[in-house]
């Protein structure tokens, strides 16, 4: 019982790791990249989903990006939705597709970007240590249940938490790399 309680929360906490990647590989250091758009929300008749799936998003070159909608009259929706993200971006519309151009990257734009990073790094580490509550609450319960003794309860709390400082640390590491690409010139 432990251990599914300990192999669920490594599971867990590998997967909070996995999302801030991945949300790192949207960031960005001046050039276009397709996933940038990926987490920018449109309001497709009432309900709000990503770009990716009203549009065809593509690369027209390195540093810009192509925005073509389904429907034109998601023209106009997209483009808002684009310029009111956190990314910092200016799109214009020429006539059924949207360029959306990368600015260049100045040092207040680099800054603004690791803002953003760390937020990202810091959601990443509430998420683990959510799944470290979690997984301490399920021992509690055991314990309470008389499913397993208190040294048991106290040695997969040990064991959890060792996990918790070693994901937390693959944040930090990760969020540290991503910073120095950003300030690099």
């Not at 790791?17 to 758009?37: P, Y």
């Amino acid at each position: 019982m432990i251990n599914d309680v300990k192999k669920s929360a490594e599971q867990r906490m590998q997967k909070s790791l996995e999302t801030f990647k991945t949300d790192l590989s949207k960031v960005r250091t001046g050039r276009a990249h397709t996933g940038l758009l990926d987490h920018v929300m449109v309001d497709y008749y009432g309900s709000d989903v990503p770009v990716n799936q009203v549009a065809n998003v593509t690369l027209i070159d390195a540093r810009t990006i192509g925005v073509q909608p389904w429907e034109k009259n998601m023209l106009a929706k997209i483009e808002k939705a684009i310029r009111d993200s956190d990314l910092g971006l200016n799109p214009s519309s020429m006539g059924e597709i949207i360029r959306v151009p990368m600015p260049a990257l100045t040092e207040e734009r680099r800054k603004d970007l690791i803002k953003v990073v760390r937020a990202e790094a810091e959601g990443a580490r509430v998420s683990i240590r959510n799944v470290r509550r979690d997984c301490n609450n399920d021992l509690k319960n055991l314990l309470k249940d008389k499913e397993i003794t208190e040294d048991d309860e106290r040695r997969g709390q040990d064991d959890i938490q060792k996990f918790t400082d070693k994901y937390i640390a693959e944040v930090d590491k990760a969020l540290a790399a991503k910073e120095a690409e950003l300030m690099a010139v």
